[in-house]
């Protein structure tokens, strides 16, 4: 088996970003709209002086963050994938929108017509087509993730709490304990899920095999995979 150089890994990447510097389009694009969002926002709070309907808002808000989030999240991930695959991106693949084939390659397979040469994958073109074909169940991986998280957070926070009750540990030794128990809930479960979203989009997967091959590829090759999530 060809050993792996994570060197090698960065190097490939850096040199991919800079032919093809276009790519960061999305990032900024999605910073723009959280700064227009964010002073939207604001004036809104400003403007809302019952809890309940503040307490709305701020529930509002993050369902429309973290769509945004899956949204530009899915195009950059699908023109990313198109580098992979050979591709040279221009700034016409932003608005371009294609997810068909032409009519002389359809053919019918029990009783539907399907791309006769092509994996469905290879049909998407364009960072619109990523985006508005994988930004809804992107998103529900993402609130998949963060409730794991949360929940990962929660109970090394209480864990923590009651040891440093327990044995009657300083502060900073019940900060160090929580640290602990926190990265081994990221590095043992998190971590699994991780790449989810670049299945769901690359190979034009579905939620739930989307989230069992980024499992195997983590179980694979975890240190590896840690070892980029670490760095970044």
Not at 3 to 16: G, H, P, R, S, V
Request: some cysteine; charged content about 15%; glycine content about 6%.
């Amino acid at each position: 088996m060809k050993k792996i150089n994570l060197l090698d890994i960065f190097k490939k990447a850096f040199i991919e970003l800079y032919k093809n510097i276009i790519v960061v389009i999305p990032s900024f694009l999605l910073f723009a709209f959280f700064v227009l969002f964010s002073w939207v926002s604001l004036e809104i709070n400003q403007r809302l002086n019952d809890k309940i309907f503040l307490t709305l808002w701020l529930g509002a808000f993050s369902l429309i963050s973290l769509f945004a989030i899956s949204f530009f999240l899915s195009g950059l991930i699908g023109i990313c994938g198109e580098i992979i695959r050979g591709k040279k991106i221009e700034a016409r693949d932003f608005l371009k929108h294609q997810d068909a084939c032409k009519t002389s390659e359809l053919k019918l397979r029990n009783g539907r017509l399907e791309c006769a040469q092509e994996p469905a994958y290879l049909r998407l073109t364009g960072f619109l087509t990523y985006s508005m074909k994988f930004c809804f169940k992107n998103f529900i991986i993402i609130v998949v993730i963060l409730i794991v998280y949360n929940i990962i957070r929660y109970v090394a926070h209480n864990l923590a709490l009651l040891i440093g009750k327990s044995l009657s540990l300083s502060l900073g030794i019940a900060q160090g304990v929580f640290f602990v128990l926190y990265f081994a809930g990221l590095a043992g479960i998190i971590i699994f899920l991780t790449f989810s979203s670049f299945y769901l989009v690359i190979k034009n997967k579905s939620i739930g095999p989307s989230v069992k091959s980024s499992v195997l590829l983590v179980k694979k090759k975890y240190i590896y995979a840690l070892s980029i999530i670490i760095i970044f």
